[in-house]
């Protein structure tokens, strides 16, 4: 189980890895003092750290260390998850926001200057970067409490 986990973990973190560099390259730290819902450098950079902490440890429990690292992988992996959801509400809040957009009603500001970074992320990335990170808090709870 735990085996299972850190493979998870790792193809998440792939993911999480991937649409970091689309929010790089589509200029996410520049639009940090932009106004509007967006996702904003402390949050993922705050998501991305504490999800390569928790691999970490996790990395150091599958190797021989004591029970209680599993678990204080398991809490920060909690909050990786807690942060993850809230940027996809951001992400999905914004999303919406433009496909009405694109039906007639008025948008931001034009041009990809007013679009934030994130909405650049492919939706099959962020789907499946959620759905392994899901199946990968499971695994290392099981994997904790066994």
Do not use: C, N
Not at 13 to 36: E, M, S, V, Y
Not at 79 to 95: D, I, N, P
Not at 129 to 137: E, R
């Amino acid at each position: 189980m735990k085996w299972a986990a850190l493979i998870l973990w790792v193809i998440t973190a792939l993911g999480g890895f991937t649409l970091l560099g689309i929010w790089l390259r589509r200029g996410g730290l520049g639009q940090a003092d932009q106004p509007g819902r967006r996702i904003r450098p402390p949050l993922i950079f705050g998501h991305m750290g504490l999800a390569v902490t928790g691999l970490v440890l996790w990395i150091i429990y599958v190797a021989g260390a004591g029970k209680g690292l599993a678990w204080v992988a398991f809490v920060l992996l909690l909050l990786v998850a807690s942060l993850g959801f809230g940027m996809l509400a951001l992400w999905l809040q914004r999303r919406q926001t433009q496909t009405v957009a694109v039906a007639g009603a008025p948008s931001g500001p034009a041009g990809d200057g007013g679009v934030p970074a994130e909405q650049h992320f492919p939706s099959g990335i962020v789907v499946l970067h959620g759905l392994v990170a899901a199946a990968t808090l499971v695994l290392v709870f099981l994997a904790a409490v066994s």
